[in-house]
């Protein structure tokens, strides 16, 4: 079974640039989400989808992110315009719906650095 | 805001030994918890989860969950050096989100 797959790999922008990142989720995976991991710290939900909904944005930061996921399968995530503080490990990772099945599996991630 | 409590070490245990991780969480309603391992640069890998208080073992490791004080912790027997990693602690808050810690890092000495 494929895993999540992410890209690009690495990224490095100045600030105020744009940039995005693309995520397609294990075959059959209806939920997704993005995460944004600094440095040291654990990951951070930014964005769960269901199939093309948004399930929560709550801690997006949504004067300058956005993210969508057309027709319910690959997703992208964008930043504009980009800020020092943005430079991290962007994850995405999916999972099934099925109560018995949650787990989040993740994929590579996107090494942010602005500069 | 919901958090997750954990030492961020490092933890140094010899090779062979019980290395013994804990986590706290804030949100009493939480059901699920998990643990999920990083390496030095990559993505987390999920290694337990448990649902209900008590034991869970998996191999080498089990984890141990106290909902009463709001407690749950991963032990590893016989560690490796390839046990060397990030532990990262993440309690399912609602809706299948995560909470996650910010982590230990375990190193086995060999």
């Known amino acids: 079974e494929a895993g999540v797959a992410q890209s690009p790999r690495y990224k490095i922008i100045e600030k105020r640039q744009s940039v995005a990142f693309w995520c397609n989720p294990i075959?059959?995976?209806?939920?997704l989400y993005w995460y944004q991991q600094i440095l040291g710290q654990g990951p951070k939900l930014l964005i769960q989808?269901?199939?093309?909904?948004?399930?929560?944005d709550s801690q997006l930061p949504k004067d300058r992110f956005s993210a969508e996921r057309l027709k319910g399968v690959d997703s992208t995530l964008k930043i504009q315009p980009a800020k020092l503080e943005d430079s991290a490990v962007y994850l995405c990772?999916?999972?099934?719906?099925?109560?018995?099945?949650?787990?989040?599996?993740f994929g590579p991630g996107t090494r942010l650095l602005v500069l | 805001q919901k958090e997750v409590e954990q030492n961020s070490g490092p933890l140094s245990v010899p090779e062979g030994a019980i290395a013994s991780l804990n986590c706290t969480y804030s949100d009493r309603g939480s059901q699920s918890f998990f643990w999920y391992r990083q390496y030095s640069g990559k993505s987390p890998e999920l290694i337990m989860f448990?649902?209900?208080?008590g034991d869970k073992e998996d191999g080498r490791f089990t984890a141990q969950l106290n909902k009463a004080s709001q407690y749950v912790s991963l032990l590893i027997r016989d560690s490796q050096p390839s046990d060397s990693a990030t532990y990262l602690c993440?309690?399912?808050?609602?809706?299948?989100?995560?909470?996650f810690g910010a982590g230990t890092i375990l190193r086995v000495k060999s």
């Open positions: 075959s059959g995976h209806a939920t």
């Open positions: 990772a999916s999972s099934l719906v099925d109560r018995r099945s949650r787990d989040q599996y």
């Open positions: 993440a309690v399912n808050s609602g809706g299948n989100k995560l909470v």
């Open positions: 448990i649902y209900s208080n």
């Open positions: 989808f269901q199939n093309n909904g948004v399930v929560d």
